[in-house]
């Protein structure tokens, strides 16, 4: 039963340019969440897809977006790329109904130069 | 901004020895969980104790928690090497809509 799972593993683009990760939940798993962890920081909640629709945000510009797909699958874009966006990007995944255990997956590590 | 606060910030013990780390919080909790994250990769799930509940272990680990002090601690006994890691608290809450808090990270070195 593989885990949740994260591409690409690193990831390094320049100001203004735009990213996409990628996260495949765990099996059975319908929510996925997504986290932004700055070097050390504590994660910091980005937003949380259920149904194919953003359910709740946390405290993000308009600038980082995402997408939920027919198989639960989620994406992160992050447009117009800035220097404090360099950042350990992880995604989450949750069982349907329990929304209180979260299983992670290994993140994604943006460098933004 | 994180509501969520942990420490000691850094903490370094000798393998054998017990680690304590504490977690304080702000808003009001369904439950609070810890997790372990080793070089800055994925966090891995260690515990997850409810609000109603005061106490929680589970194999070396022991979680309390206060809801009147809004404060958690972790203690890992007999720790290992292994052990050396990042240790964060993250809380659950429905207030507003229900989402995870993370702490500020308690970063462990198990000395062998």
């Known amino acids: 039963d593989a885990g949740v799972t994260q591409s690409p593993t690193h990831l390094i683009k320049t100001r203004g340019q735009q990213v996409t990760l990628r996260c495949s939940p765990k099996?059975?798993?319908?929510?996925v969440s997504w986290y932004q962890q700055a070097l050390g920081q504590g994660p910091q909640f980005i937003f949380q897809y259920y149904e194919e629709e953003e359910r709740q945000r946390g405290n993000f510009p308009d600038r980082f977006s995402g997408h939920q797909f027919p198989n639960y699958s989620s994406e992160l874009n992050v447009n117009a790329l800035l220097l404090g966006d360099s950042a350990l990007y992880l995604c989450a995944s949750t069982y349907p109904g329990v929304t209180d255990t979260q299983y992670f997956g290994p993140g994604t590590r943006l460098t933004v130069l | 901004s994180q509501q969520g606060e942990e420490d000691p910030q850094a903490l370094s013990i000798q393998e054998g020895e017990n680690a304590t780390m504490n977690c304080s919080y702000k808003?009001?909790?369904?439950?609070l969980q810890w997790y372990r994250q080793n070089s800055g990769r994925g966090l891995v799930h260690l515990i997850l104790?409810?609000?109603?509940?005061r106490e929680k272990h589970s194999g070396r680990l022991r979680v309390t928690l206060d809801t009147s002090k809004k404060s958690s601690s972790l203690l890992i006994t007999a720790s290992r090497a292994a052990d050396t890691a990042s240790y964060f608290c993250?809380?659950?809450?429905?207030?507003?809509?229900?989402?995870?808090?993370f702490g500020t990270g308690t970063r462990l070195k198990v000395l062998a």
């Open positions: 104790i409810r609000s109603n509940e």
């Open positions: 808003t009001s909790i369904n439950n």
């Open positions: 993250a809380i659950f809450t429905r207030e507003g809509t229900y989402k995870y808090i």
């Open positions: 099996s059975g798993h319908d929510t």
